[in-house]
């Protein structure tokens, strides 16, 4: 079947601008995760969804970031008033049982953020 | 605070030979321990995994190794091919709470495998 998908693949923006980048999640998957990936570093963890429950927000490293999902499957991850900093590999992932131990995390192509 | 380190930034290994690649974590809570792998322009596809009761998983070619006394776990390849050229990602998870998929990640290490 489809993996988790993401768009745009690409997105280059002017510093200060607002940007939203997309994920498609696995169908079925009740978990997501946005993670973002800068450069020479590992994956950051942002934040995670699970089913109804309230998300968990702590990895957002400020209050221009926010993200929604919109009826249990899509999501948009929101960048306010973007700066440098902001420029990474912005990876999205889905799982079907985040309370099994052995659940499998699937992760999209990612979106690379440019801000000038 | 980095909680998952992986201190070699890269490897290079002959075709053939073995692939050891290292990870250390601080976090005394994580209970279950990933490899991904990771070619360019693609998202992590996960490898293997391990739970903390164990101290060793095989898949095939791929074995993973923990040793919760020193908090360290490698990821042994034999025979290294040069498909498995990739950034290699050890991640952690941490026990209990409302984030129990939440995945903590290394820096990644760039394996390069020479025909």
């Known amino acids: 079947g489809a993996g988790v998908s993401q768009s745009p693949s690409n997105k280059v923006t002017e510093k200060g601008k607002d940007v939203e980048l997309r994920c498609d999640p696995i169908s079925g998957h009740t978990a997501l995760y946005w993670y973002r990936q800068s450069l020479g570093q590992g994956l950051e963890f942002l934040i995670y969804f699970q089913g109804n429950s309230a998300p968990d927000k702590s990895g957002l490293p400020s209050d221009r970031f926010s993200a929604e999902r919109t009826g249990g499957s899509v999501s948009t991850l929101t960048i306010q008033r973007t700066q440098q900093e902001d420029s990474a590999v912005y990876l999205c992932a889905s799982s079907r049982r985040p309370t099994s131990g052995t659940d499998t995390q699937y992760f999209g192509p990612g979106t690379r953020l440019t801000v000038l | 605070d980095q909680q998952v380190k992986q201190n070699s930034p890269s490897l290079s290994v002959q075709e053939g030979r073995i692939s050891i690649l290292n990870c250390d974590y601080t976090?005394?809570?994580?209970?279950?321990f990933l490899w991904y792998k990771k070619y360019p322009a693609e998202g992590p596809t996960f490898l293997i995994s391990i739970s903390s009761i164990k101290d060793k998983n095989e898949d095939g070619r791929f074995t993973v190794f923990l040793n919760k006394s020193a908090k360290h776990l490698s990821l042994h390849i034999v025979p290294s091919q040069p498909g498995d050229s990739a950034v290699y990602f050890c991640?952690?998870?941490?026990?209990?709470?409302?984030?129990?998929?939440?995945?903590?990640f290394g820096q990644g290490t760039i394996l390069t495998v020479h025909p």
């Open positions: 976090n005394s809570m994580f209970d279950y």
């Open positions: 991640a952690a998870r941490i026990a209990g709470g409302t984030s129990y998929g939440k995945l903590t």
